[in-house]
């Protein structure tokens, strides 16, 4: 450890957890950052991912910071200073290290583990991580989420989460839940009501209009929207075919989208 970059290396470990040669990893999916929610019941963050090739979810519990870091970077929200999770990118970044993948590893007890896959000057190396905080810098370094088969064989059932609008799907070619207070703390968003956009289906209506995932609709056709069931309400009673003229709050800014329904 005789240069800068290996002293810090170094440092990020022993703050990190220990590192070691990368060995086999047990079999594991790929996966995606389907949703964050509030739990109704425990008011605590949920983050689920969902696996690419069969769609089976994995919900994960976890503390209210990591929530926000992992918000900001699904909205693609910026802040004026880096949070540890950007400096952490940063980090390694300058040290010429990559993120190969992270892994959710292991679940023992209601207590999930995961590993960084990292390649760091010809070397491979795994550092033990919170899943919460090896989610957070997965995406800010375009990383893969893994998991473990047998952890997502484990995979509880998901909470009662926020209703999904059912006509928002079918005429708009979106998801979106209920913008909660404790949704919108975690998003940093001055509004604290709306339906929160939380998919865009490829080549749907919404997509074509711009809409985009972390979008607030607060209005549809002058109705005002404080959740799913108003956004429900307002496609119900909006015509096939017709235009549906949507006020929309895009990072931070109100903005007017106007959609074409589908016949």
Not at 230 to 249: P, T
């Amino acid at each position: 450890m005789r240069t800068l970059d290996c002293l810090l290396i170094s440092s990020f470990i022993l703050l990190s957890g220990p590192a070691v040669q990368s060995a086999q990893e047990p079999a594991s999916v790929e996966t995606r950052v389907k949703t964050l929610f509030v739990d109704p019941n425990s008011q605590t963050p949920v983050v689920v991912l969902e696996s690419i090739a069969d769609k089976k979810t994995l919900p994960i519990w976890i503390d209210v910071p990591e929530a926000r870091a992992i918000a900001l970077e699904l909205e693609h929200v910026s802040l004026p200073r880096p949070p540890t999770h950007d400096l952490i990118r940063s980090l390694l970044q300058s040290l010429g290290a990559t993120l190969q993948r992270v892994t959710i590893t292991e679940l023992r007890g209601s207590t999930y583990f995961a590993t960084l896959s990292l390649f760091v000057k010809e070397k491979a190396v795994q550092i033990d991580s919170r899943p919460s905080d090896a989610i957070a810098i997965a995406l800010r370094m375009k990383a893969p989420i893994f998991v473990s088969t047998q952890v997502l064989a484990k995979s509880t059932p998901l909470p009662a989460a926020p209703a999904r609008a059912e006509a928002a799907q079918k005429k708009l070619g979106l998801q979106a839940q209920d913008l909660t207070a404790e949704l919108a703390k975690l998003l940093e968003s001055p509004q604290q009501k709306g339906a929160l956009v939380t998919e865009v289906m490829l080549g749907g209506a919404a997509m074509k209009a711009g809409l985009q995932r972390g979008d607030i609709i607060t209005k549809a056709n002058e109705q005002a929207i404080t959740s799913t069931d108003d956004l429900e309400s307002a496609l119900q009673s909006a015509r096939s075919g017709a235009q549906l003229k949507l006020e929309v709050i895009k990072k931070g800014k109100p903005t007017t989208v106007v959609i074409d329904l589908p016949s």
